[in-house]
């Protein structure tokens, strides 16, 4: 009998049997997959949201921060003035973050809220790509009033947000004044500007700041230019509390930070899907019991070990095989599920992007358990001696 003909025939007569072991892997997979696409999804949405800041911004963020230094502190405008002196400098720009409250039409959500000086929010927002669809930027000297991106007028709030509605911002009111196009990044699309001197006292951040944006001139070096800054900033600051990145450093940091994190979920995943593979084991040793008189059979009319080994780690492989198919898939939907509750909620640092070596990972990482757990029971089996299989009962 064909080995492959002989293990579907096995599966599909004890299916509950399959079944039940099925689940240990599924799950198993599944959480390893899920995990692994969620930490990708935010290195990716980070990513995303760095490279859309363009080449040509040096960021300067307080020390210690591993990720968007959004409520950190430990920069100051004097900094900002430091840096301005600095040769290949065409301008820096400092700026507040802060996770806060945003309310339209009794809806509320949670959004990350940027603040920069009115005086330099036009250039800025030039050099940083972001194009406006309706509107304008702010003036110098404005207050309470507010741009938001594309998600944040469109998708975030059941009534759509335009240009001169009234928006709450930490219980205050504020005027839209203008509505960024479409960036493609989620994150880009759904912060909000408002004017740094609003945005400190809103917030109780006087004098402080948690990233300074700095735009190198055309011609100049950024890596040259980030060096020259972290020179000055130790000749002028009293202690180190700063960092110095460009886009690409910044990239490289988040992805150490987030591959440790994708390292530590991938091994929780691990214990879930060693005990599916344990139920493998267990399911092939009582398949081996109860077909002990077949294995006989087989074997006095010619089967080989060989033969009888291939019949049973294709069984473990091919339950493992499946259950990885599934794992893969409901691993997927567990982590576009999170995703998309955490847009709601406004926490949208999560970019699910389903990629073939994550999918190939999962499928044979689950085949190779099913075939380990298997191979233990199919070495019996091939052992089995004829004439005392054809008397088992």
């Known amino acids: 009998m064909n080995p492959l003909a002989y293990t579907l025939r096995s599966m599909q007569h004890r299916s509950l049997r399959a079944w039940l072991t099925l689940i240990g892997i599924i799950i198993g997979v599944a959480t390893i997959v ?17 490279l859309g800041f363009g080449a040509q911004n040096i960021r300067v963020i307080p020390g210690g921060a591993n990720g968007p230094p959004v409520g950190l502190s430990g920069l100051t405008d004097k900094d900002v003035g430091t840096i301005d002196g600095v040769r290949g400098v065409a301008y ?17 959500s949670y959004r990350t809220i940027m603040a920069v000086e009115s005086r330099q929010a036009e250039q800025l927002f030039i050099d940083l790509n972001l194009d406006f669809a309706d509107g304008r930027p702010p003036k110098s000297g404005e207050n309470h009033v507010v741009v938001i991106g594309d998600q944040l007028a ?55 700041l948690n990233a300074i944006i700095v735009h190198v001139a055309d011609g100049q070096d950024v890596a040259e230019v980030a060096g020259r800054i972290e020179k000055r900033l130790n000749a002028t600051r009293s202690d180190r509390n700063f960092q110095v990145f460009t886009p690409e450093q910044l990239i490289r940091r988040i992805q150490g930070v ?29 398949s081996v019991l109860e077909r002990t008189r077949e294995i006989g059979v087989m074997k006095a009319i010619g089967a080989s070990n060989s033969r009888i080994l291939m019949m049973f ?21 567990m982590a576009f599920a999170i995703a998309g509750i955490a847009k709601a ?11 073939l070596g994550l999918t190939l ?33």
Do not use: H, W
Request: with cysteine; proline share 2%; glycine share 16%.
């Open 34 to 50: 899920g995990l692994m696409a969620l930490s990708q999804g935010m290195q990716n949405a980070i990513e995303d949201l760095l």
């Open 92 to 108: 820096a720009a400092g700026a507040l973050g802060q996770i806060g409250e945003v309310e339209y039409n009794g809806e509320k």
């Open 154 to 208: 469109n998708r975030v709030f059941d009534k759509e947000i335009r240009v001169r509605n009234k928006i709450s911002v930490q219980g205050e009111d504020f005027k839209v004044i203008g509505i960024f196009a479409s960036t493609g990044s989620e994150q880009t699309d759904g912060i909000m500007y408002l004017p740094l001197d609003t945005a400190r006292v809103l917030f109780d951040k006087q004098d402080s």
């Open 258 to 286: 987030l591959g440790m994190i994708g390292i530590v979920l991938a091994g929780i995943g691990m214990i879930s899907i060693v005990v599916g593979g344990i139920g493998i084991m267990n399911a092939m040793f009582t």
């Open 313 to 333: 780690l294709l069984e473990s492989a091919g339950i493992g095989m499946l259950g990885g198919t599934i794992g893969v898939i409901c691993g997927f939907g």
């Open 345 to 355: 909620a406004g926490f949208g640092l999560l970019l699910i992007r389903p990629t």
């Open 361 to 393: 990972f999962g499928l044979f990482f689950a085949a190779f358990i099913g075939i380990g757990a298997g191979l233990l029971p199919a070495f019996v089996a091939s052992r089995t001696v004829p004439v005392e299989s054809l008397r088992y009962e």
